[in-house]
């Protein structure tokens, strides 16, 4: 009972479920699939008698857009680790993992080495919650990590981790619960610990402006977008995960320059619209834009 009722675990159920509610949606319309997120839903079968289009539509009764967001971060990244792992990354270390079957669910080589880094707790119920028979179960190692007051390096390089191996890092929904320090200390250690390949990074991060000019996180016509914020930021406090760490654009590109990336792509919602929903006839409206957090991908310096 006592692992039933954890409460660390709130926010990353919250990701999965916006999965698991985009994979009741039809084969043709969906953006993403992701079949193991049901393991990790409270309610789930609830969900599931509701359907994908009840879901969506209550979800954007409360956050318009939300849903869109999530599932296009979703959709960016397995681009990204599905392009960089079939080119020559050998290494994907996936940091604040949470409840992401990344690994199972995509097409990865078989030699890919995968690390999901994540608390210790989540990382027991994930294992606890995940079927025996998952594709590439044996290429994952699980790391436990608290980012505010423990060494990523240490404890990857205690794992197997070979500093000698193209690396893709990801760090998605993580920033804004970890301090500016660590969000610091673990980008100058993802950084050490690759000298001399060629890594990746992707980070999310949420758009400092989101209290003193919330409608400069939405599109044109959201409406109330100071409540949109304000409930986030409140139900993310109440699961005991509040929101601490903001950036502009600039800051972001200046920490990852002074550890050694240069910043690729920084995109939103606003940009993936017309890539990724448009094509399935569901394009979002401009005054359904959520574009609080901003997707980002950087390089290792040559
Ligand atoms: C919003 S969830 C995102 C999970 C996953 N990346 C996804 O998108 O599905 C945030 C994750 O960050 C992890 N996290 C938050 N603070 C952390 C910390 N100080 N150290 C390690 N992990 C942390 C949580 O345990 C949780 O799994």
């Not at 699939?33 to 969506?56: C, E, Q, T």
């Not at 599905?82 to 050998?90: D, L, P």
């Not at 044996?138 to 790391?143: C, D, K, M």
């Amino acid at each position: 009972m006592g692992k039933l009722i954890f409460r660390k675990d709130g926010t990353a159920q919250g990701v999965a479920k916006q999965r698991l509610i985009e994979s009741l949606a039809k084969p043709d319309r969906r953006i993403i699939y992701d079949p193991y997120a049901k393991n990790f839903v409270l309610g789930a079968n609830i969900i599931k008698l509701m359907g994908h289009r009840l879901s969506v539509w209550l979800g954007n009764k409360i956050i318009p857009g939300m849903h869109e967001h999530l599932i296009s971060r979703t959709r960016y990244i397995d681009d990204l680790i599905e392009k960089s792992t079939f080119a020559n990354i050998e290494q994907y270390v996936i940091l604040g993992a949470g409840y992401d079957s990344r690994a199972h669910r995509l097409k990865l080589p078989s030699k890919l080495k995968i690390f999901e880094v994540d608390q210790s707790e989540v990382q027991e119920l994930k294992r606890l919650r995940l079927p025996d028979n998952m594709p590439n179960r044996e290429s994952i190692t699980y790391v436990d990590i608290d980012f505010n007051h423990q060494s990523l390096k240490e404890q990857l390089i205690n794992v197997g981790f070979d500093q000698n191996k193209s690396t893709i890092f990801t760090l998605e929904g993580v920033s804004q619960y970890i301090s500016r320090e660590a969000l610091d200390a673990t980008l100058k250690e993802v950084a050490d610990l690759n000298p001399n390949s060629n890594s990746k990074i992707f980070i999310s991060y949420v758009n400092k402006l989101l209290k003193e000019d919330s409608k400069a996180c939405f599109g044109k016509g959201y409406s109330k977008p100071e409540k949109a914020v304000s409930f986030i930021t409140n139900s993310a406090a109440k699961m005991g995960e509040p929101w601490i760490s903001f950036y502009s654009a600039e800051e972001i590109e200046s920490i990852l320059s002074q550890n050694n990336f240069t910043l690729i792509e920084n995109k939103t919602l606003a940009d993936l619209n017309s890539k990724y929903f448009t094509p399935v006839g569901r394009t979002i409206p401009e005054n359904h834009i959520f574009k609080l957090e901003h997707f980002v991908i950087a390089e290792s310096k040559k």
